[in-house]
């Protein structure tokens, strides 16, 4: 099993481009996640999905967009990109419950000039 | 304060020595969970504690939850120099995890 995979694992944008980051589980997974991860910060959640065709906002989700159309994969997307947004990003993905262990992708690293 | 947080920031020992983290939160809780990031790469899933436990073991590490002050420890015991790792407890309140920002772990040979 691949268990949760990200791509790209790294991409420079100019402010206003936007780009689709890809996450994808081999588990069956119901529950998908994506954080944003800042230097000195823990993680925080941009949009979560608790199943095909259904997501729903966390902490941080303005600028995102996000989709659900299998269930195995999870899109976030940047319409235009800020310097703001410049972080690294992390999927992660859970059996059923939010609160169960959650398995997480290798991470994107973005840099927005 | 974040719900979770942890302390101290930045942790180093020699390898050999026990290393113990605290992680304190604000709200009541389902679980508490211990997760450990590697430089560069994503996080781990360490060890789960529900909120009706009070001490779980696995393997070098231990965990003790104690929710009357809102606050649980993990505790790595004979550390390696491969421990060296950033450490995040993540408590679960509703549907989704909030992390804490993390103790950076330094096990040095």
């Known amino acids: 099993n691949a268990g949760v995979t990200q791509t790209p694992k790294f991409r420079v944008l100019k402010t206003g481009q936007s780009m689709t980051l890809l996450c994808a589980q081999d588990?069956?997974?119901?529950?998908m996640y994506w954080y944003r991860q800042d230097p000195g910060m823990g993680l925080r959640l941009i949009h979560y999905s608790v199943g095909e065709g259904t997501t729903a906002k966390g902490e941080v989700p303005d600028g995102y967009n996000v989709s659900r159309l299998k269930k195995q994969n999870f899109l976030l997307g940047l319409e235009s990109a800020a310097p703001s947004q410049t972080s690294v990003y992390f999927c992660?993905?859970?059996?059923?419950?939010?609160?169960?262990?959650?398995?997480f992708g290798p991470g994107t690293r973005l840099t927005v000039l | 304060s974040q719900q979770g947080e942890e302390d101290p920031q930045a942790l180093s020992i020699q390898e050999g020595e026990n290393a113990t983290m605290n992680c304190s939160y604000k709200t009541s809780i389902n679980n508490l969970q211990w997760y450990r990031q590697n430089s560069g790469r994503g996080l781990v899933h360490l060890i789960l504690i529900r909120s009706n436990e009070r001490e779980k073991h696995s393997g070098r590490l231990r965990v003790t939850l104690d929710t009357s002050k809102k606050s649980s420890s993990l505790l790595i015991t004979a550390s390696r120099a491969a421990d060296t790792a950033s450490y995040f407890c993540?408590?679960?309140?509703?549907?989704?995890?909030?992390f804490g920002p993390g103790t950076r772990l330094s096990v040095l040979p």
């Open positions: 588990m069956n997974h119901e529950y």
């Open positions: 992660a993905s859970s059996y059923v419950r939010g609160t169960d262990t959650q398995y």
């Open positions: 993540a408590t679960a309140a509703g549907q989704n995890f909030v």
